[in-house]
Each structure stands twice: as structure tokens, then as C-alpha cells.
Nanobody
Framework: QLQLVESGGGSVQPGGSLRLSCTPS????????IGWFRQAPGKEREGVAA????????NYADSVKGRFSISRDRDKNTVYLQMNSLKPEDTGVYYC?????????????????WGHGTQVTVSS
């Protein structure tokens, strides 16, 4: 069964940093575009960052540009989301998703596989 597993979430004060990891089970990410999404309580899921299969192209939501960075390590078969200068409004469950035809999309439709999410809480 093809699965994605997120890790690295936690609680941090405003201005702090976290690095999330997305690792697959049962397949290689080499041919997949990867997206990171988040969902805050009472809000719709939103895309925050996406990366192409080669890693050469990225896309970010305006709300995280300059603070978040998505990258991938093909040797480790892992995609990362480095989150700096975190704000309380960044709080939510963060999900990674993989899609063969995702094309840097920040909407959910093109993604085929999803993880179960990791909680990020930014609070003083």
C-alpha cells in the first residue's frame, strides 16, 4: 500500500522554526510532484508549497513566501518543508501529498497520495 508519512511537527513560539519531513512507504518519490498543505481548525485545507519531481521548480503561497522553503533529497527519498519566522496563523495540521501530474499545484485535486498529517502549533 502506498503511503506518505509526515514528521517534524510540534509546538513552537512565534518567530521559531520547524522542519517537516515527508517520507513515502512503498514507492519512490522520484517521479512525483510533492505539495505541502495545511488545515487550521474551522478552515479549509490550503496549499502552502509545491516542488517539481526534479526539485528544480518550486511554488509557494503568498502567505509563506520568504519564510518557508520546500526541498527534496532524492537519495533519502524525502521531501522537506523548512518553516522559519513562524506565526500563530501558521498553526494547523500539515499534510504532504504526491501527484504524478501535480505541476506545482497548490490545490488538492492533482494529488494522488496523502499522508495523515502532523500538527504544528505556534503560540506564546
Amino acid at each position: 500500500q502506498l503511503q506518505l508519512v509526515e514528521s517534524g511537527g510540534g509546538s513552537v513560539q512565534p518567530g521559531g522554526s520547524l522542519r517537516l519531513s515527508c517520507t513515502p512507504s512503498g514507492f519512490t518519490l522520484d517521479y512525483y510532484g510533492i505539495g505541502w498543505f495545511r488545515q487550521a481548525p474551522g478552515k479549509e485545507r490550503e496549499g502552502v508549497a509545491a516542488i517539481s519531481p526534479s526539485g528544480g521548480h518550486t511554488n509557494y503561497a503568498d502567505s509563506v513566501k520568504g519564510r518557508f522553503s520546500i526541498s527534496r533529497d532524492r537519495d533519502k527519498n524525502t521531501v522537506y518543508l523548512q518553516m522559519n519566522s513562524l506565526k500563530p496563523e501558521d498553526t494547523g495540521v500539515y499534510y504532504c501529498a504526491a501527484g504524478l501530474h501535480a505541476l506545482l499545484s497548490l490545490v488538492a485535486d492533482p494529488y494522488d497520495y496523502w499522508g495523515h498529517g502532523t500538527q504544528v502549533t505556534v503560540s506564546s
